[in-house]
């Protein structure tokens, strides 16, 4: 039982971590689409934050991440990114996630 409290534990920083990082990535996209589409209000973007949100709450697996990343794969720009809908790609950005949050965390000596 305390293996599965661990696991649930780990996938909540996880969810932290994809949620700062893709909601950063939709306000990116956001700003740039407003040059091209008028139509793009504040409240689309803060529609679409609500969606992600709702999204990421309910991932309780790696799998769940996966398909996650997948959906919102068009906030991946550059060709080494496109690979996160594969189980490497999701595996390989969420330990990138983690590294620079560990990274961020460190005060220097």
Same mark, same amino acid.
């Given at each position: !039982?305390?293996?599965?409290?661990? /696991?649930?534990?780990?996938?909540? @920083? ?8 893709? +909601?950063?990535?939709?306000?990116? +996209? ?9 139509? @793009? ?14 999204? /990421?709450?309910?991932?309780?697996? !790696?799998?769940? =991440? ?15 990114? +496109? /690979?996160?809908?594969? /189980? ?5 950005? @969420?330990?990138?996630?983690? =590294? ?8 220097? =000596?």
């Amino acid at each position: !039982m305390a293996y599965n409290n661990n /696991i649930m534990k780990n996938i909540e @920083v996880i969810k932290d971590l994809l949620h700062t990082d893709l +909601q950063r990535r939709l306000f990116k +996209q956001y700003n740039a689409r407003t040059d091209e589409f008028i139509n @793009v209000t504040d409240e689309d973007y803060d529609r679409a934050c609500s969606v992600l949100l709702s999204d /990421i709450t309910v991932i309780k697996t !790696m799998n769940g =991440v996966n398909d996650l990343l997948c959906h919102y794969s068009d906030l991946f720009t550059s060709y080494d990114e +496109q /690979i996160v809908c594969t /189980i490497e790609g999701t595996t390989n950005y @969420v330990i990138d996630l983690l =590294v620079k949050s560990c990274k961020s965390n460190v005060e220097p =000596v």
